[in-house]
Antibody, heavy 114, light 107 residues
Framework: QVQLQQSGAELVKPGSSVKISCKAS????????MHWIKQQPGNGLEWIGW????????KYNQKFNGKATLTADKSSSTAYMQLSSLTSEDSAVYFC???????WGQGVMVTVSS | DIQMTQSPSSLSASLGDRVTITCRAS??????LSWFQQKPGKSPRLMIY???NLEDGVPSRFSGSRSGSDYSLTISSLESEDTAIYYC?????????FGGGTKLELK
């Protein structure tokens, strides 16, 4: 069965960076896009971008250009998202989801606080 | 960016009621629309894709339809387990955009 296992919650300081992971199993990792989605507390969903692990191609929401960097490691079937220059506005839950948004990770809560 | 205007933002209904939630797209997106259900503390769950196609395992009381630029999610007979927030998503154009959500509660 398809599973996306995300890394644990992060408490990070303003101005720093964080890298969160999404380990895929139960399907061919290199054959499907992996999306990343942001959800701020009490708010809706915002699409950050996707990566195609087969060749590393990426597509970003312009709003997250310079903020999010998506990578993937084929050897471990793991997708990563690095968030940089963190501010309070980046405090949110971040989800990964497979290409048709049919499978989702459990989410990672990132809290930016001094 | 394509705006997905979802209505209502909240809805209170009784068990057995027929419930309809709507998303209006600001541009043509064809049938590239999905619906998700999200319960507190959980990840979103895909319910409908391609505007009208029921995802495997989703109860048949859920259905999706389209009329022009208006897309609807209907629950034919509300059950208690259906209380959640529902979101639409357009996946025709970049960036992908979600509706603002509809919080469905029991009356």
């Amino acid at each position: 069965q398809v599973q996306l296992q995300q890394s644990g919650a992060e408490l990070v300081k303003p101005g720093s960076s964080v890298k969160i992971s999404c380990k895929a199993s139960g399907y061919t990792f290199t054959s499907y896009d992996m999306h990343w989605i942001k959800q701020q507390p009490g708010n809706g969903l915002e699409w950050i971008g996707w990566i195609y692990p087969g060749n590393g191609n990426t597509k970003y929401n312009q709003k997250f250009n310079g903020k999010a960097t998506l990578t993937a490691d084929k050897s471990s079937s793991t997708a990563y998202m690095q968030l940089s220059s963190l501010t309070s506005e980046d405090s949110a839950v971040y989800f990964c989801a497979t290409g048709s948004f049919d499978y989702w990770g459990q989410g990672v809560m990132v809290t930016v606080s001094s | 960016d394509i705006q997905m205007t979802q209505s209502p933002s909240s809805l209170s209904a009784s068990l057995g009621d027929r419930v309809t939630i709507t998303c209006r797209a600001s541009q043509d997106i064809g049938n590239y629309l999905s619906w998700f259900q999200q319960k507190p503390g959980k990840s979103p769950r895909l319910m409908i894709y391609g505007a009208t196609n029921l995802e495997d395992g989703v109860p048949s009381r859920f259905s999706g339809s389209r009329s022009g630029s208006d897309y609807s999610l209907t629950i034919s007979s509300l059950e208690s387990e259906d209380t959640a927030i529902y979101y639409c998503l357009q996946y025709d154009k970049y960036p992908r955009t979600f509706g603002g959500g509809t919080k469905l509660e029991l009356k």
